[in-house]
Structures are given as C-alpha cells and as structure tokens.
Nanobody
Framework: QVQLVESGGGLVQPGGSLRLSCAAS????????MGWHRQAPGKQRELVAT???????NYVDSVKGRFTISRDNDMNTVYLQMNSLKPEDTAVYYC????????????WGQGTQVTVSS
C-alpha cells in the first residue's frame, strides 16, 4: 500500500531552521509530482510548495526566499528546508503525491507538527 511518512518537525525559535522529510513507498516516485501543505489551527489547509516529477518548483508567496523544496528520486524522498522561520509558520505540515498521468491519484501523509515559538 501507499505510504507517505513525514519527519523532521518540532519546536524551533523564530529565525531558526528545520528540514522536513517525506519518505514515499508503494508508488513509482518519479512518476509523481510532490508537494508540501500546511494547516494551522482554525485555518484551512494551504499549499506551501510543489515540485514536479522533473524538478520544477513553485512556492506560496509567504515562504518564497525562505523555504526550499527538493526531491531525491533514488531515495523516494521529498524535502522541505525551512529557514528564517516565523511564528506564523506554525502548523501541521503534510506532504502529498499526485500521479503525473491520469488517473491523477493523490496520496497524503499523516503530517508533522512544526511550532515556531520563543
């Protein structure tokens, strides 16, 4: 079965850094676009960053210049490097995988908590 397992979350002070990882299994990793989303308490889930199967990236404006998404197709893993973290980055972070070809199946991980606080 398909599994996406996030790790790397935790508590960090404002201005600090974290690196999230999402290890995928049960899918042909390089046939999927990958993304990171987040959901803060009381808010809707929002897209943070995406990386296509060929490595093209996109970011929500609020994280541009601070976050970097990358993927290692040999390790079936997608990463989110988060620098200059702010309290408003506090959320549960989820990775997802979207199949490139139809049918566009979408899979989600269980999420990892990121808390930015002094």
């Amino acid at each position: 079965q398909v599994q996406l397992v996030e790790s790397g979350g935790g508590l960090v002070q404002p201005g600090g850094s974290l690196r999230l990882s999402c290890a995928a299994s049960g899918i042909t990793f390089n046939s999927h676009h990958m993304g990171w989303h987040r959901q803060a308490p009381g808010k809707q889930r929002e897209l943070v960053a995406t990386i296509t199967s060929v490595g093209n990236t996109n970011y929500v404006d609020s994280v541009k210049g601070r976050f970097t998404i990358s993927r290692d197709n040999d390790m079936n893993t997608v990463y989110l490097q988060m620098n200059s973290l702010k309290p408003e980055d506090t959320a549960v972070y989820y990775c997802n995988a979207v199949r490139v070809l139809a049918p566009r199946f979408t899979y989600w991980g269980q999420g990892t908590q990121v808390t930015v606080s002094s």
